[in-house]
């Protein structure tokens, strides 16, 4: 098992990302609840963020593509705006064990 961080280190509607045995991830908290997604939009795999731990919207409603400005749902990571219209980000098993986000190296096997 891996440690990410504690629930309480997440703030509402704010993402962070990480990096684990090489795979980009970002983790996000909406009204209490973790979702934890591979960091690469679906349009053409590039990292969503310009610049480190920057994945929201201006206000702050979904994740956001820097570079083609695609827009995800936070709570599914179905795209509702942008060239990948329809797709979805790609999520990551995790579990919450005491407060902790902690996930299996198994989670993040490719695809």
């Excluded at 704010?14 to 795979?23: L, S, T, W």
């Excluded at 690469?40 to 400005?69: A, R, V």
Aim: negative net charge; hydrophobic residues 35%; glycine residues 8%.
């Amino acid at each position: 098992m891996i440690r990410i961080c504690h629930i309480d280190d997440l703030p509402e509607r704010d993402a962070r990302g990480f990096e684990v045995e090489g795979q980009k991830l970002l983790i996000i908290k909406k009204k209490g609840v973790v979702h934890l997604y591979r960091n690469s939009c679906p349009h053409t795999g590039i990292n969503l963020d310009w610049q480190p731990d920057d994945f929201m919207s201006f206000d702050k409603f979904y994740i956001q593509c820097s570079t083609h400005g695609a827009q995800f749902q936070i709570e599914d990571g179905f795209c509702v705006l942008g060239p990948c219209k329809g797709q979805a980000l790609k999520t990551v098993p995790f579990q919450v064990i005491d407060g902790e986000v902690v996930l299996n190296l198994q989670s993040l096997a490719p695809d």
